[in-house]
């Protein structure tokens, strides 16, 4: 039995979907420990294009069981369709191969409603956040008003607790952002709905999990978001409202840190970002929009342009720090085909000092200009490579450059959206 955690090392979109669906035979059990629908998962097998934001990658694996832990906050509404989606498509026959945390927070039509009405007031200083109600449901949560999975089974709690809630959001959404108030009984009803069609799904998730080792099973971990989108790690106040990094699934998955394996790490082999905040080697150039262009650097959920520029070592090093990466996998290789030369910053430069470290400020992080080492591009088409001896020279030299320069070997390669466009070095599941 291995376990195995797979996130992000950059601001989140570095493929974790794809990666995850092309581990998930190998798995019993995918688990999503963190976030929420703000996440947005595309996979590709056999031409078919799936979009997935909360439901885990494994689903399109008949063999897996995935679960959606109690670190994950759960839109109702959205989950549904996501599973509506998959059921329609025959994807998913057996409702028991979606396990969902009673213990799960629920995102309401209030915390939607002032994540945008926030966003639209904070003007020049909005986050660029998805507008789905994430952080809000988190604030609930940390505040203990949240309402919770199992709530949803429960008509006299869950009326007791929308009661509460609403007095306090309604107040907010009104007298503040000046919005309309959300009707308490109407949404009463809408729960209560919700709850009855979820019932199926509402687990005790870390009994299963446990099980699930215990009878040595492999387990794998899917990461959201990224190392730099991290609420303590990542670009504060430019992150997303939950923990990120591996340490997360702890917490978030209900398992002790002395059961995880292996952590793996996933970047893209260039750098993107959605949103707003720091980003030090942005491109605004020619490069950045070859890149965009090339990759379809275009979000998921949203659709917005993603932010493009070189692969930074700087702030791969500190995401091997805090997640402690065992391994690196490095995707969409085959976009840097035919882009010439290609930089790395494997430095910065900060208030004319130079440094190897990833700042600790905002400030700093802004300052940031980065000091590039230049590195031979290739022009063939690497699509088809299917062993990394198949790769030109140059291609390798990039991916082992990059492997030096961060310190952690990188055992798998994507060279393309589809499930087979994947090169292993070695087995990620092989016994620890
Ligand atoms: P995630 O949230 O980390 O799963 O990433 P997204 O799904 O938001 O974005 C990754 C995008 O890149 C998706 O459209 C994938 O289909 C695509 N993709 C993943 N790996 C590769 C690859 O190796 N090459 C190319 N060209 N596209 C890839």
Same mark, same amino acid.
């Given at each position: 039995m291995t376990t195995l955690v797979a996130v992000g090392a950059q601001w989140g979109d570095e493929g974790k979907g794809k990666l995850v669906d092309w581990l =998930?035979?190998?798995?019993q059990l995918v688990v999503r420990f963190h976030g929420g629908n703000n996440a947005g998962h595309t996979l590709v097998v056999d031409g078919e294009q799936t979009v997935l934001h909360v439901?885990?990658?494994?689903?399109?694996?008949?063999?897996t069981v995935n679960l959606i832990g109690p670190g994950v906050v759960v839109d109702p509404a959205g989950l549904l369709a996501e599973l509506d989606a998959l059921k329609e498509r025959g994807v998913l026959r057996d409702p028991s191969r979606i396990r969902l945390s009673g213990r799960a927070h629920v995102i309401l039509p209030w915390h939607t409603a002032l994540d945008k009405a926030r966003e639209k007031a904070a003007?020049?200083? =909005?986050?660029?956040?998805?507008?789905?109600g994430i952080g809000p449901a988190y604030e609930d949560k940390v505040t203990r008003r949240g309402i919770r999975v199992a709530d949803l089974l429960d008509p006299k709690e869950l009326r007791t607790a929308l009661d509460r809630l609403a007095k306090q959001k309604n107040f907010e959404l009104v007298e503040h952002y000046g919005g309309d108030p959300i009707d308490v009984d109407a949404l009463y009803e809408q729960a209560l709905e919700w709850g009855r069609r979820l019932q199926v799904y509402v687990d005790h998730t870390a009994h299963t999990l446990e099980n699930a080792m215990r009878d040595d099973r492999n387990v794998l971990f899917e990461g959201a978001q990224g190392t730099f989108l991290d609420i303590d790690h990542g670009t504060y106040p430019y992150v997303t409202s939950s923990n990120c990094v591996a340490g997360a699934v702890c917490a978030g998955a209900g398992i002790g840190p002395t059961r995880i394996d292996r952590v793996l790490g996933i970047t893209k082999a260039y750098t993107t970002r959605v949103g707003g905040g720091p980003f030090p080697t942005e491109d605004e150039g020619e490069f950045g929009e070859k890149l965009r262009e090339a990759g379809a650097e275009f979000g998921a959920t949203t659709g917005r342009p993603r932010r493009c520029g070189s692969l930074d070592i700087v702030m791969l090093r500190e995401a091997a720090t805090v997640n402690g990466f065992t391994a690196l996998a490095i995707n969409k290789l085959d976009v840097l085909s035919g882009l010439g030369d290609l930089r790395v910053a494997t430095a910065y430069r900060v208030d004319g000092k130079l440094t190897q470290d990833f700042p600790m400020t905002l400030g700093e992080t802004e300052r940031a200009e980065p000091i590039y080492e230049t590195l031979a591009g290739w022009t063939e088409d690497i699509s088809g490579c299917r062993r990394y001896e198949d790769l030109p020279g140059a291609a390798q030299d990039y991916v082992e450059r990059v492997e030096a320069l961060v310190g952690v070997p990188v055992e798998i390669i994507s060279i393309g959206p589809g499930r087979d466009e994947t090169i292993a070095r070695i087995d990620p599941f092989r016994p620890a």
């Amino acid at each position: 039995m291995t376990t195995l955690v797979a996130v992000g090392a950059q601001w989140g979109d570095e493929g974790k979907g794809k990666l995850v669906d092309w581990l =998930a035979p190998q798995a019993q059990l995918v688990v999503r420990f963190h976030g929420g629908n703000n996440a947005g998962h595309t996979l590709v097998v056999d031409g078919e294009q799936t979009v997935l934001h909360v439901v885990p990658a494994g689903v399109l694996n008949p063999g897996t069981v995935n679960l959606i832990g109690p670190g994950v906050v759960v839109d109702p509404a959205g989950l549904l369709a996501e599973l509506d989606a998959l059921k329609e498509r025959g994807v998913l026959r057996d409702p028991s191969r979606i396990r969902l945390s009673g213990r799960a927070h629920v995102i309401l039509p209030w915390h939607t409603a002032l994540d945008k009405a926030r966003e639209k007031a904070a003007r020049e200083f =909005a986050i660029g956040t998805t507008g789905r109600g994430i952080g809000p449901a988190y604030e609930d949560k940390v505040t203990r008003r949240g309402i919770r999975v199992a709530d949803l089974l429960d008509p006299k709690e869950l009326r007791t607790a929308l009661d509460r809630l609403a007095k306090q959001k309604n107040f907010e959404l009104v007298e503040h952002y000046g919005g309309d108030p959300i009707d308490v009984d109407a949404l009463y009803e809408q729960a209560l709905e919700w709850g009855r069609r979820l019932q199926v799904y509402v687990d005790h998730t870390a009994h299963t999990l446990e099980n699930a080792m215990r009878d040595d099973r492999n387990v794998l971990f899917e990461g959201a978001q990224g190392t730099f989108l991290d609420i303590d790690h990542g670009t504060y106040p430019y992150v997303t409202s939950s923990n990120c990094v591996a340490g997360a699934v702890c917490a978030g998955a209900g398992i002790g840190p002395t059961r995880i394996d292996r952590v793996l790490g996933i970047t893209k082999a260039y750098t993107t970002r959605v949103g707003g905040g720091p980003f030090p080697t942005e491109d605004e150039g020619e490069f950045g929009e070859k890149l965009r262009e090339a990759g379809a650097e275009f979000g998921a959920t949203t659709g917005r342009p993603r932010r493009c520029g070189s692969l930074d070592i700087v702030m791969l090093r500190e995401a091997a720090t805090v997640n402690g990466f065992t391994a690196l996998a490095i995707n969409k290789l085959d976009v840097l085909s035919g882009l010439g030369d290609l930089r790395v910053a494997t430095a910065y430069r900060v208030d004319g000092k130079l440094t190897q470290d990833f700042p600790m400020t905002l400030g700093e992080t802004e300052r940031a200009e980065p000091i590039y080492e230049t590195l031979a591009g290739w022009t063939e088409d690497i699509s088809g490579c299917r062993r990394y001896e198949d790769l030109p020279g140059a291609a390798q030299d990039y991916v082992e450059r990059v492997e030096a320069l961060v310190g952690v070997p990188v055992e798998i390669i994507s060279i393309g959206p589809g499930r087979d466009e994947t090169i292993a070095r070695i087995d990620p599941f092989r016994p620890a």
